[in-house]
């Protein structure tokens, strides 16, 4: 008995000081956007006069009135929306494509197909870019909105791999009772398949929008207008002209950039980690 009551006090100890480890390094990684927030709220003498004070006094949103009017956030909030969408649509379509197929369609070389396929994501998009550069300009896609949306929908190794791992993780049941009832692969995928993945296909969407949103190396090479400007290029640009003058305008700027798709990964955070943990990815 006695034992008993040792192990479970010293289980309650573990986990005490895991929790205690775990806030601490989750208090230190959410301290630069708290700083943020509150970096924004200051007002301009006092970021001066006293640049380590934690709280603002008086706290104030005119950086945020003064970010928005001062810079085309409109904008290029608009063209990060309608730009995000338009990727994201792609991908779920042709990602569920290209998994259904990998997963249950063989064919000669279909392995080492999606093998080649799945290592061009070990590549680094600065060992591509100035040739993908060029492709575009022959295109006519340089300084263009389409540069930054039909090669992100078309071809996503990491998608069309997670949707391969959900495919598999179906029933071949489901396919073959469709069989049974004369339906061809085009009515299987639409009709058994694609219902089917609506978790995956929704983890998806919301990792697809949060990196189409915060892409910043594509957009910078890319694009020379302001007016096609998405939200972080124009916050480089604006960064650039106010950096060193004032840091809560920067700090507005910033917050304005960043709150949308925080808000977005906290309400599908939870629809990313089933997911994965559904298709396998979890470590199951």
């Known amino acids: 008995m006695t034992t008993e009551r040792v192990g479970r006090a010293g289980e309650v100890s573990r ?6 480890v775990l806030s601490i390094v989750g208090l230190a990684m959410v301290f630069p956007f708290i700083w943020m927030l509150l970096t924004s709220l200051k007002t301009l003498p006092q970021q001066l006069n006293q640049p380590l004070d934690f709280w ?3 706290a104030t949103f005119q950086n945020y009135i003064d ?11 608009f063209n990060s929306i309608y730009i995000a969408v338009l990727v994201v649509i792609g991908t779920l379509i042709t990602a569920a494509m290209a998994g259904y197929g990998f997963a249950r369609i063989k064919f000669r070389g279909s392995r080492v197909l999606f ?21 575009m300009a022959k295109l006519g896609w340089v300084d263009s909105h389409l540069s930054l949306i039909i090669p992100a929908a078309l071809a996503n190794p990491f998608a069309v791999f997670l949707m391969r791992q959900f495919v598999l993780s179906l029933p071949k049941e489901l396919e073959e009772a469709a069989i049974v009832d004369g339906a061809g692969r085009w009515r299987i995928f639409w009709g058994v398949i694609l219902p089917n993945l609506r978790p995956g296909l929704g983890a998806l969407a919301v990792i697809v929008a949060l990196s189409t949103w915060n892409n910043f190396l594509l957009p910078l090479v890319l694009l020379n207008s302001q007016g096609l400007f998405t939200v972080p290029l124009l916050l480089q640009s604006f960064s650039g002209q106010f950096g060193s003058i004032n840091y809560g305008l920067i700090m507005a700027g910033s917050a304005v950039a960043t709150i949308p798709m925080l808000i977005a990964f906290v309400i599908g955070q939870r629809r990313i980690l089933n997911s994965m943990a559904a298709s396998g990815l979890g470590g199951r």
């Not at 986990?15 to 205690?20: F, G, L, P, Y």
């Not at 970010?67 to 909030?77: E, G, H, I, R, V």
């Not at 093998?115 to 492709?135: E, G, H």
């Open 115 to 135: 093998v080649v396929f799945l290592a061009t994501q070990m590549i680094p998009t600065q060992v591509t870019l100035i040739p993908f550069y060029f492709l």
């Open 56 to 58: 603002p006094s008086p």
């Open 67 to 77: 970010a928005w009017n001062d810079a085309p956030f409109a904008q290029a909030y």
């Open 15 to 20: 986990r005490i000081v895991v929790h205690i």
